[in-house]
């Protein structure tokens, strides 16, 4: 199956990211190669993907945020479990964990 455009926008990340099956990703390259509108999308796809892996952008994180961060998880998981909700003490972790990895609250 050939890649249109609408298809190609749908896997361009994918694409970019290495994660296509080794036909998928034939077929977009040759639609890449032909497509000038498709190209472009990927070239800008492609830099912005390179910036955000170079390791200038980013800075070491405090001592000890890991632990805490381990730890504040590990506390709202076990009171959620021990309430009988597993599945809400794992998205609670999951919610936890993204918070304090973005930076947009404390810690403990």
């Known amino acids: 199956m050939a890649v249109e455009c609408e298809r190609a926008r749908a896997l361009i990340d994918a694409?970019?990211?290495?994660?296509?099956?080794?036909?998928?990703?034939?077929?977009?390259q040759q639609h890449i190669e032909s497509c000038a509108a498709c190209r472009r999308r990927y070239?800008?796809?492609?830099?912005?993907?390179?910036?955000?892996?170079?390791p200038g952008l980013y800075?070491?994180?405090?001592?000890?945020?890991?632990?805490?961060?381990?730890?504040?998880?590990?506390?709202?998981?076990?009171r959620l479990a021990a309430a009988g909700a597993p599945a809400v003490a794992a998205m609670a972790a999951a919610c936890i964990a993204?918070?304090?990895?973005?930076?947009?609250?404390y810690c403990p």
Do not use: F
């Open 43 to 54: 070239e800008g796809r492609r830099a912005l993907s390179a910036i955000c892996r170079n």
């Open 15 to 28: 694409y970019v990211d290495r994660e296509l099956a080794v036909d998928v990703s034939a077929e977009m």
């Open 59 to 78: 800075k070491a994180a405090r001592r000890g945020l890991r632990r805490r961060i381990v730890e504040a998880i590990a506390r709202v998981a076990a």
């Open 98 to 105: 993204a918070r304090c990895w973005i930076g947009t609250t």
